[in-house]
T-cell receptor
C-alpha cells in the first residue's frame, strides 16, 4: 500500500525566512509525485509534477525536488500570500488514483 | 482552457435528505475523480470515472454513488444524509490517455461545501 507522510504538520515563518517542506513516500514504482497548494475552503491548486529522482521544478518562490524516497518543496523568501496548506500526492504502479498526504499548513507572518 | 467547475458551491441539507453534486471537467479530460475532504480525515477518495465507467471506488458506504455522462460531466449523489457527511466535496479531472507530459496530473475544482443539519 502506498504511503505519503508530510512534515511538519504546521510551519510558521517570518516573511523572507526561507524553509522546506518534506514529503516522504513509499510506493511500488513511482509514476508521478504531485504538489498542490490549497487555500481555506477552496480546491487544491496544482503546482508541480515530478517524475523521476533528480528532477527539479521551479515556480516563482517555490522549488520542488525529488529523490527516490522523498520530495522537498523549498520556499525562498516567502511572503504572507504564500500562506496555505501544501499537499503532496503520489501515483504508483498500475493505480489511477493518487495517494495524498495530510498536508503542511504554512503561515507566513509579515 | 476553462478549469474544472462544480455546482452548487454551497449546500445546506437536513439529515435523511439526498443531494446531487455536479462536476464539469476540463475540456478533453476523460477521467473524473471525487474526493471528500474534512479537517479530521483529510482528502479521501470516493470514486473515479473514465469514459462513463466507474474504474475505481474508495471505501465509502453505498449511500455514495456517482455517474459520468458521454460528455465527461459527472454527478455524485449522497442519499440519506448523515451529519458526518458535512464536508468539502472535490472533483478532479485528468487526461490519462493524453499525450501531454502532465497527462496524469489531476486538476481540482473549487469544491462544493455541504452542510448537513
Amino acid at each position: 500500500e502506498d504511503q505519503v507522510t508530510q512534515s511538519p504538520e504546521a510551519l510558521r515563518l517570518q516573511e523572507g525566512e526561507s524553509s522546506s517542506l518534506n514529503c516522504s513516500y513509499t510506493v511500488s514504482g513511482l509514476r508521478g509525485l504531485f504538489w498542490y497548494r490549497q487555500d481555506p475552503g477552496k480546491g487544491p491548486e496544482f503546482l508541480f509534477t515530478l517524475y523521476s529522482a533528480g528532477e527539479e521544478k521551479e515556480k516563482e518562490r517555490l522549488k520542488a525536488t525529488l529523490t527516490k524516497k522523498e520530495s522537498f518543496l523549498h520556499i525562498t523568501a516567502p511572503k504572507p500570500e504564500d500562506s496555505a496548506t501544501y499537499l503532496c500526492a503520489v501515483l504508483s504502479g498500475g493505480s489511477y488514483i493518487p495517494t495524498f498526504g495530510r498536508g503542511t499548513s504554512l503561515i507566513v507572518h509579515p | 482552457k476553462a478549469g474544472v467547475t462544480q455546482t452548487p458551491r454551497y449546500l445546506i441539507k437536513t439529515r435523511g435528505q439526498q443531494v446531487t453534486l455536479s462536476c464539469s471537467p476540463i475540456s478533453g479530460h476523460r477521467s473524473v475523480s471525487w474526493y471528500q475532504q474534512t479537517p479530521g480525515q483529510g482528502l479521501q477518495f470516493l470514486f473515479e470515472y473514465f469514459s462513463e465507467t466507474q474504474r475505481n471506488k474508495g471505501n465509502f458506504p453505498g449511500r455514495f454513488s456517482g455517474r459520468q455522462f458521454s460528455n465527461s460531466r459527472s454527478e455524485m449523489n449522497v442519499s440519506t444524509l448523515e451529519l458526518g457527511d458535512s464536508a468539502l466535496y472535490l472533483c478532479a479531472s485528468s487526461n490519462p490517455s493524453g499525450g501531454a507530459l502532465q497527462k496524469e496530473t489531476q486538476y481540482f475544482g473549487p469544491g462544493t461545501r455541504l452542510l448537513v443539519l
